[in-house]
């Protein structure tokens, strides 16, 4: 257990990731910057002249390397903030590079109304021709969106105010990670590298310390986030409104094409089986008590973690790359060396925490660079699940970069969370398969299950309740820290059932510790349905390995050249009905049955 962050100055180079294959120097970035701020009025030329294939290709290239250079400045201004908050010159220069996003997204603003200004008949025209045909899905895309798309005036007016409606997601994290004091336990002060550790410790008391510390932190500045959290709400419903949608999850979900029964069938079939979720926390109950004589008529929220296995495996970062590669395998062997590398010699990965390192694990890149691993990675198997999930959004934009256009280089939260939940559920079913010792099989329903917990309990409630305050927020309706407490609480007392004792005042607060989630305009959602989708595309290997490895792959490699569900569907997995997410909470039966065997068996 981490007791005492380093400096983010003693960590051993060898294990942050290479940030300079983006920048060398900070001067080169300013240098890059000042030089693209200068360009960018340069798209506007093509204002009025989008009247032939030719023009428009060259408008389309011309937006598209100013895009790749504006993406590349904020993507290292962003990584720089994130492993050092506390460093004011990063986190300046990622508000700046995002100031810059907007005006990019001003200065294109009129080509889409132009566009749609063009009869579809001649869009399709274009779309077949020799200069525009690998933008065919673009047009569809814009020919799909024709409703929703404003003048020209409205578009420009809509860019320039993304930069400052990203204020609010970007006051809520910054609050969190750098001015909210943690506080601590014993002498070990709490901080978002090592609160997991804390409240997954053995000692009940160790973990009812921390858990309840990092809540009441939060309860400090609860109206805060509560107002940023309503501002965040407020302007995703002024952009639905802007753009002619019904409902704010309507438009969240028409760019990827995503109907909103996909989203409806998710939350329908997770509360139908909320029994399921019941059965598991009722087994845990029974086996702190038995195994470690608690003697508990409940458990707490801080017992969700406690460890079940007597000696949890150490896992280090190098026994984590060589079981990933040895998981990963049924892919091929280009996946797994490609893999290897990035994990270890090319530095994808930002390894370890550090003082001022900000919460979480992500993957972030822009086409021709690397795609970076952001986490803060414990020796231990929750350690190894976290690095599965975040190489497999690596490797699926890396597939996707060596096979797409810029135009596609970017896919959807839908799919990016299929793959990421892929690599952990192949993973694990190889660990089951070749490691058996009991204890080491124990942790591994444990981690299988904290997946399961955060991917499969906490994301949907936090669905439901994104849901919830969007649709009074339309109504007319006001946002309060008492009120999103309540909400808060009422869907985690009835996602735990009666085998969890909810603290309420404390509880109530998680929507507050998601401090990026619920600004990005339902995306919570989709960690579920990509958790669904991947266990249903690991299911295929078990009937035909070679078939689905390659459908599989082709899925990676499609980025958002098709949408999400028809790149799905060639994949071999249908997402239009709750199937897959029934089929995956059958997995989670499985898991609970080893578990309710093991502790029946007396293991």
Not at 568 to 582: I, K, W
Request: net charge negative; charged share 20%.
């Amino acid at each position: 257990m981490t007791t005492v962050l380093p400096k983010r100055a003693e960590l051993d180079v060898r294990t942050t990731w290479n940030l300079e294959r983006l920048f060398a120097t900070s001067d080169a970035w300013e240098q890059e910057f000042a030089q693209v701020q200068q360009e960018l009025p340069s798209l506007r030329a093509f204002a009025g002249q989008l009247a032939d294939a030719e023009t428009v290709a060259r408008f389309f290239a011309a937006q598209e390397a100013l895009a790749l250079r504006v993406a590349r400045l904020f993507t290292y201004a962003s990584m720089a903030a994130s492993v050092d908050a506390l460093d004011v010159t990063a986190s300046a220069r990622r508000e700046r590079a995002a100031s810059l996003q907007s005006l990019l997204a001003a200065a294109g603003a009129f080509a889409e109304p132009e566009l749609l200004s063009l009869s579809a008949g001649t869009l399709n025209s274009w779309a077949a021709s020799a200069e525009l045909r690998s933008y065919a899905q673009v047009f569809r895309n814009l020919e799909r969106q024709r409703s929703h798309v404003r003048s020209a005036e409205v578009e420009e007016l809509l860019g320039l105010v993304r930069g400052p409606f990203a204020a609010a997601r970007t006051i809520h994290p910054t609050l969190v990670n750098t001015d909210l004091d943690l506080g601590q336990v014993g002498d070990v002060k709490l901080g978002h590298g090592n609160i997991d550790a804390l409240t997954s410790s053995v000692d009940r008391e160790v973990r009812r310390s921390a858990w309840e510390a990092y809540a009441d932190a939060h309860r400090t500045a609860q109206h805060t986030m509560a107002a940023c959290l309503s501002a965040g709400v407020r302007q995703d419903v002024f952009a639905a409104r802007a753009r002619r949608y019904d409902s704010s999850l309507a438009a969240a979900l028409a760019p990827n094409n995503l109907p909103t029964g996909v989203f409806h069938a998710l939350i329908e079939t997770y509360r139908r089986h909320l029994p399921t979720w019941h059965r598991y926390w009722q087994v845990r109950l029974r086996w702190l008590n038995e195994r470690q004589g608690l003697g508990l008529s409940r458990l707490r929220e801080y017992d969700v973690k406690a460890p079940l296995s007597p000696e949890a495996p150490s896992v280090p970062y190098a026994q984590a790359t060589e079981w990933l590669a040895a998981g990963m395998a049924p892919l091929g062997s280009e996946y797994v060396e490609v893999m290897r590398a990035g994990l270890t010699t090319e530095r994808w990965v930002d390894i370890y925490p550090n003082a001022g390192k900000r919460q979480g694990a992500y993957s972030s890149g822009v086409p021709g660079g690397l795609p970076y691993i952001f986490m803060s990675y414990r020796d231990n198997l929750q350690g190894l699940s976290t690095l599965a999930h975040e190489i497999g959004h690596s490797m699926h934009s890396y597939l996707t970069w060596q096979h797409q256009p810029y135009a596609y280089s970017r896919y959807s939260l839908f799919v990016a969370e299929v793959a990421s939940n892929f690599n952990q559920a192949m993973v694990r079913r190889h660990l089951f398969a070749t490691q058996p010792g009991v204890n080491f099989q124990i942790a591994l329903i444990e981690e299988a299950m904290s997946n399961f917990h955060r991917y499969f309990f906490v994301m949907p409630s936090l669905a439901r309740f994104e849901l919830e305050i969007h649709e009074r927020v339309e109504r007319g309706e006001a946002l309060s820290a008492p009120q999103l407490n309540d909400l808060m609480a009422d869907l985690l007392q009835e996602g735990y059932g009666d085998a969890v004792e909810v603290d309420r005042e404390r509880s109530g607060l998680t929507w507050a510790m998601f401090s990026t989630h619920l600004y990005s305009n339902f995306y919570v959602w989709q960690y579920a349905t990509g958790i669904s989708a991947a266990h249903a595309l690991l299911a295929r290997f078990d009937t035909d390995a070679q078939r689905a490895r390659e459908d599989y792959l082709e899925f990676l490699r499609a980025g958002s050249s098709r949408y999400p569900l028809d790149a799905l569907l060639g994949a071999g997995v249908d997402m239009r009905s709750g199937e897959a997410v029934e089929q995956t909470f059958g997995v989670l039966d499985g898991y609970i049955d080893r578990l309710e065997a093991l502790l029946d068996a007396g293991a």
